[in-house]
């Protein structure tokens, strides 16, 4: 027994409360935790101030206190811990070696504090103080790796709190280290993984990019595994997994992953005592588990215990805890899902009085306000459409326009908030401009330029009918112009990112050099950055490149945005790089009409921009609708994708279809109507003919327009009366008026026979084509030579291009679509990378080159697209499979019509495949519309 005056006596009470400590942490016995506080508080008293033990003596005890209040939630045990931490450091000289760990377990009562009250200095304070021990840290000290968890997790509360990206980039960064540096056998191991595991969640829910969903299961399904079952800390990280589980059924819909979410969430609440301050929390994620199961199945019992999780989550938390507004948020979805079910407007009552305390309860400046306004929106909504009583609706209209001008970290919420607004608008007979126009000031958000280009087409998947809703009521207004920005401002997003970072700043030179030149670095680095192949972190070492590479990416489109408004501050330039006004877009026609066609529900409409015409041709086109296009879109042209014999596809068997009645559609409710708005009714040679330009949207973008018609021998068609190209934008026109310098030859690309893919005889037969023409510089890439690298190469140095190869669309990733070349495919990612100077015509003789993905209709993601952006004015392409015989059988009819005065002229190239493909349906006959048709002209 050593008496209280002894020298030793604090220190073997102090070491004697960490021992119970860590039998607590290990067996969750709270008397061990009681003893941990008993023997460390009798230590800090025997001992004065000025004693070198007393800081460690406080933090120590401190680090009980936090303990005690993370087990049973008393205010009183945090305050205490904060306390006697700050006294602590207080008392400690500044060189003291203990000094990192004190300041670092300061920083942790300060997070538990700003978790429990929500107070944006609390964090602030917590982050400055872990900030600190990370520094004073040494690399190869035992504690780095704990220190940094730390500090991620506190970055990753203040990113859930205000949504600043760089957060959430800065806690992924901690904790991702904090993995690294530690072995899988240490205790700390599981803690660090979940940590880092919920950030990933967050990244995922804030960008949606399932990888960051799988990273995140991965890391908490391993934090799981190296936890010991009795261990008190399993029951948190099966909670954190569940969550991941729960977020990528959310996302993919696979009825294992909800499963998986439930067991979870059921043990973890089974295994919380009732008076633990997390059981809220977790009652709380497993009715939402709940909620989503009754929604995939329909058991009425899984809704009944989604109620009673939410319920008692509800009543376990105070109201002034910052998770209180969620827990509201959820049960009152739990109740709007009983009204549906049972029509009880109690339930309904129920459900509104929730959703208004939890909007109530959630701070203006909190990123997940918009959320709750959402969802108390869609409550009143129900509310209106049950009763019909009218206060309902403005009630709903209020929530969904606070929500939209809501700040959120999830832009999509925002969006989806406006949507709403715009449409209670017109039930109301309001104006749905302001709510639009936020929307779409909200696209550049969403679909963010920090992204990849890959990630970027995977969000545009978000984007749904907002476009072609917004342009339809713009022209039943009789908006025209505006419809017309709109249309332009929604289609093509990605691409139109990629054209804004290669675009020239000569005129912002003028007004500031320097800012330029910052710009243009700042450009060019982030266009690159943009197709940066995708790391499969599987090691530490390429967790830590990936995160490295995200970091600099993100902070390469933040400086970009702050120069962005930096130049747009200055004199003249307050548009810099915002969306174009209707009276630029106009210059877009320069060699014939162009026709924009959008569609929305029961309504279609044109718009025809005439070159030098102020005035819009509004073009009603009422027989056509998007159910119609919907059932004629599949089965008239499935049969064409598979009809011809080069394609990259050779087992699928289905029923041939007949196409002529889609076509026919086509004739009598679009084309014709827009011709004969243009007076284009009379049929002429082919070299007098008028040429338009066709810019589609939606499914209708997918139709050939150009092959509209009725093939009955004596009726017409709409190759009588025009020629035809397409355009993806108008801005895509734009970009490529400025006239070419003179062309330098033309190289041509063929593969016979493509390793693993049939063989393409007639390939040789194609590429003798140019042996006609000895006064055109021509470079062939055949069989071995025809690699990637040299046809890029090869690409860089000629003006013109021939593919004559197997092509391929990529429906899991549309910029993987690709040319099959000797030694792998030339993907639509690498050809956008390139920024091509001075080219002309790009032929493209596989198949479905001009095909895009049902999915993304208005990104035209398809190669003849990114041949365009890459540079090549002017694009001739396939849009679904071609016969073998008819591929060199048109291309030599096109280039004898270019090259027939010696002079290669690529705006000439629509005239020429319009004069061939006459020829090959003179040989073939108008019903083998699967043999001509394919062949498009896309650009100038």
Wanted: net charge negative; glycine share 6%.
């Amino acid at each position: 027994m050593t008496l209280d005056g002894h020298h030793n006596k604090p220190g073997y009470l102090n070491n004697l409360g960490i021992s119970c400590l860590r039998r607590f942490e290990r067996l969750g016995e709270p008397a061990d935790l009681d003893h941990a506080i008993q023997f460390q508080a009798q230590a800090a008293s025997l001992i004065p101030d000025d004693h070198s033990d007393k800081p460690s003596h406080l933090s120590n005890l401190g680090n009980s206190w936090i303990c005690r209040f993370e087990s049973f939630g008393d205010l009183a045990d945090l305050d205490r811990a904060v306390d006697c931490q700050t006294h602590a450091l207080n008392l400690a000289p500044s060189d003291d070696p203990g000094r990192p760990a004190w300041l670092n377990n300061l920083g942790v009562s300060w997070l538990h504090r700003f978790k429990r009250l929500g107070k944006a200095a609390d964090i602030d304070q917590a982050i400055s103080f872990e900030a600190q021990a990370v520094d004073l840290t040494p690399s190869s000290h035992p504690d780095k790796p704990g220190r940094l968890s730390n500090l991620g997790n506190s970055w990753l509360c203040r990113f859930e709190h205000l949504g600043h990206l760089e957060d959430l980039d800065h806690a992924i960064e901690y904790q991702a280290q904090a993995v690294a540096l530690t072995p899988d056998s240490h205790p700390d191991k599981p803690a660090h993984l979940t940590n880092l595991g919920n950030s990933w969640l967050r990244q995922f829910e804030h960008f949606g990019d399932t990888r960051d969903i799988d990273r995140a299961i991965e890391a908490q399904t391993q934090a799981v595994a190296l936890t010991p079952d009795n261990h008190p800390n399993k029951v948190g990280r099966l909670s954190n997994l569940g969550n991941s589980w729960l977020c990528r059924f959310e996302r993919l819909g696979k009825l294992e992953d909800l499963e998986r979410a439930v067991d979870c969430q059921t043990q973890a609440v089974d295994l919380t005592p009732n008076y633990h301050p997390e059981k809220s929390g977790r009652l709380n994620n497993l009715g939402n588990s709940k909620l989503y199961r009754f929604g995939r199945i329909g058991e009425l019992a899984d809704l009944l215990q989604a109620i009673k999780c939410h319920d008692r989550a509800v009543a376990l938390t105070p109201n002034d805890h910052p998770d209180k507004p969620g827990y509201l948020s959820n049960i009152g979805n739990s109740w709007l899902c009983q009204f549906e079910r049972n029509k009880e407007l109690a339930d309904l009552g129920h459900a509104v009085e929730s959703h208004s305390q939890a909007v109530c309860l959630t701070p203006d400046y909190h990123p997940n306000k918009s959320n709750r306004l959402f969802h108390l929106g869609n409550a009143w909504l129900y509310h209106f459409e049950y009763l019909g009583q009218a206060p309902a609706l403005e009630q709903a209209i209020n929530a969904f326009g606070a929500g939209a001008t809501t700040f959120a970290f999830r832009p999509s919420i925002q969006i989806q908030c406006a949507q709403k607004w715009a449409e209670i608008s017109v039930l109301l007979e309001r104006s749905p401009f302001e709510a639009y126009q936020l929307a779409f000031s909200m696209l550049p958000r969403l679909v963010w330029i920090g992204h990849t280009v890959e990630q970027r087409f995977i969000i545009m998947t978000m984007v749904g009918d907002l476009v072609s809703q917004a342009a339809a009521w713009a022209i039943s207004a009789q908006y025209y112009d505006l419809a017309l920005e709109w249309l332009e401002q929604g289609r093509s997003i990605v691409w139109g990112q990629t054209l804004g970072l290669r675009t020239s700043l000569q005129d912002l030179s003028l007004c500031d050099f320097k800012l330029a030149q910052q710009l243009q670095y700042t450009a060019t680095t982030l266009d690159s950055v943009g197709y940066t192949p995708y790391i499969h972190a599987k090691t530490p070492a390429s967790t830590s490149d990936f995160v490295s590479q995200v970091n600099y990416r993100h902070s390469l489109a933040l400086r970009w945005e702050e120069l962005l408004a930096r130049a747009r501050v200055l004199p003249g330039c307050s548009d810099f790089m915002l969306p174009s006004k209707s009276t630029s877009l106009k210059q877009a026609a320069t060699d014939g009409p162009i026709v924009i066609i959008n569609t929305y529900l029961a309504q279609c409409d044109a718009l025809i921009v005439l070159p030098q015409q102020k005035d819009l041709i509004h073009v009603p086109l009422p027989e056509v609708s998007q159910k119609k296009l919907d059932e004629l879109c599949t089965p008239a042209f499935q049969f064409m994708s598979q009809k011809g014999s080069r394609s990259a596809r050779w087992s699928t068997q289905i029923e041939v279809l007949n196409p002529l009645p889609a076509l026919a559609f086509l004739w009598s409710g679009v084309v014709e109507p827009v011709l004969d708005s243009l007076s284009y009714t009379e049929k002429l040679n082919s070299d007098a003919l008028p040429h338009i330009t066709w810019c589609a949207t939606g499914t209708m973008s997918f139709f050939p327009l150009h092959a509209a018609g009725l093939y009955n021998k004596i009726s017409k068609n709409a190759s009588d009366f025009v020629v035809s190209s397409y355009t993806p934008t108008l801005k895509a026109l734009i970009l490529h008026q400025e006239p070419s310098l003179p062309q330098m030859g033309l190289l041509a690309v063929g593969q016979e026979a493509t390793p693993g893919l049939a063989p393409l005889p007639r390939t040789i037969e194609e590429l003798q084509i140019f042996r006609k023409y000895p006064e055109m510089r021509c470079s062939q890439l055949e069989g071995v030579t025809a690699t990637v690298s040299a046809a890029l190469a090869g690409m860089e140095h000629h003006s013109w291009v021939h593919l004559a190869c197997h092509a391929s669309q990529s429906k899991s990733n549309p910029s993987h679509s690709a040319f099959h070349l000797h030694d792998g495919p030339l993907t639509l990612e690498e050809i956008s990378k390139r920024q091509f100077k001075n080219k002309g015509l790009a032929y493209l003789s596989g198949c479905q080159t001009a095909f895009g993905d049902h999915e993304l209709p208005d990104e035209a993601v398809h190669l003849a697209a990114g041949m365009l952006m890459a540079g090549y004015p002017s694009v001739i392409a396939t849009a679904w499979s071609i016969m073998d015989e008819d591929a060199p059988f048109v291309a030599e009819s096109v280039y004898s019509e270019l090259l027939k005065d010696g002079k290669m002229d690529h705006t000439r190239s629509a005239r020429a495949l319009h004069k061939a493909v006459g020829k090959l349906r003179e040989r073939v006959g108008d019903q083998a519309v699967w043999r001509w048709a394919p062949f498009v002209h896309i650009g100038v």
